[in-house]
């Protein structure tokens, strides 16, 4: 398998712009993450979803950032607007129920002029 | 206070060293994963434990449920062990970690 997929892999972008992130997990796992990563606040969960239902979005920061699972194989991430301070790198990671290890993707580094 | 605490923050060490890094977390777990990020920023998962000790290669991680420690060991520490090393605890039987700020290690030759 190849791993956990993001892209973009970097984003540059203007403040009000709206930004979508991507992320095909492991084939067959069931649990999917989005994690933020700031100098500031290290590695932070923003959403996590089982079987494709979102579980717990208490980490995601404001309503302008959202995320959606159509199916087992992808997930997005938006911003919108986006504010300079959104600039983190964001990653995807998935695991299996009952074996809780997870995989991580190789992260999107956002930056918003 | 965070739930997760790691030190030290920063180390540096000699090849050959002995390394030991170390965790406590204050709520309950139902395990305890320790995570290795790579200068280039990838992340990969070193172990997963909720008791005892578990060694794979010149790593060996240590946890006491009763003390809520945690300890990440490198024997024969090599420059290519240079990175950050991040704790992390899941509290329920759900996925969702909780992270440590990291220890960034540096191994000079």
């Known amino acids: 398998d190849a791993g956990v997929i993001q892209s973009p892999r970097h984003e540059v972008t203007e403040m009000g712009q709206e930004v979508t992130l991507r992320c095909k997990p492991i084939?067959?796992?069931?649990?999917l993450f989005w994690y933020r990563q700031t100098m500031m606040r290290g590695l932070e969960l923003l959403i996590y979803f089982n079987n494709n239902v979102p579980i717990d979005d208490s980490g995601m920061p404001e309503d302008r950032f959202s995320a959606k699972m159509p199916n087992a194989s992808f997930s997005t991430l938006k911003i919108q607007p986006s504010e300079p301070r959104d600039s983190a790198v964001y990653f995807c990671?998935?695991?299996?129920?009952?074996?809780?290890?997870?995989?991580f993707g190789p992260g999107t580094r956002l930056t918003v002029t | 206070k965070n739930e997760v605490e790691q030190s030290p923050q920063n180390l540096t060490a000699q090849e050959g060293e002995f390394i030991t890094i170390n965790c406590s977390y204050s709520v309950g777990i139902s395990a305890l994963h320790w995570l290795q990020q790579h200068p280039g920023g990838g992340i990969v998962s070193l172990f997963m434990?909720?008791?005892g000790k578990k060694k794979h290669g010149r790593l060996i991680a240590t946890i006491n449920i009763q003390e809520k420690h945690s300890s990440l060991h490198i024997t024969a520490s090599h420059p290519r062990d240079s990175a950050v090393y991040i704790c992390a605890v899941r509290k329920g039987s759900q996925g969702n970690l909780i992270f440590g700020k990291g220890t960034k290690l540096s191994v000079k030759p």
């Open positions: 084939s067959g796992h069931d649990y």
């Open positions: 434990l909720s008791s």
């Open positions: 990671a998935s695991s299996f129920v009952g074996h809780y290890e997870q995989y």
